[in-house]
């Protein structure tokens, strides 16, 4: 393949991009993220962390999960959530301490 054609995204790539630069922009999506790279969590654990209902957090991470930015398991009743995607939360960190530098 030529180096010119290289350069070019395919459509899909950036709807794909697209998507995941629109996820990440949303405050409450960038609190849980971080909270979740830090270890695995309960809904209710995420939402009084963060301060939010059980609802807002559960479509928050239904959102983050057909994303595949977060997975999940059950215990009982109780699901667990934790970062399904290392580059994406590799690149959230970067920026949080990009944005945290003097």
């Known amino acids: 393949m030529a180096a010119q054609e290289q350069s070019v995204l395919s459509p899909e790539t950036v709807e794909e991009v697209s998507r995941l630069f629109k996820a990440l922009a949303d405050p409450t999506r960038i609190r849980i993220l971080y909270l979740l790279s830090r270890g695995e969590c309960s809904v ?3 939402a009084e962390m963060l ?9 928050q991470l239904s959102l983050l999960r057909t994303l595949r930015l977060v997975k999940y398991r059950r ?5 667990y959530y934790s970062c399904d995607d290392d580059h994406v939360i ?8 990009h944005v945290q530098h003097d």
Not at 91 to 97: D, G, H, P
């Open 44 to 46: 209710t654990r995420v």
């Open 51 to 59: 301060d939010l209902s059980q609802s807002a957090v559960s479509h």
């Open 75 to 79: 215990e009982g009743h109780t699901f």
């Open 90 to 97: 590799h690149m959230l960190l970067q920026t949080i301490r």
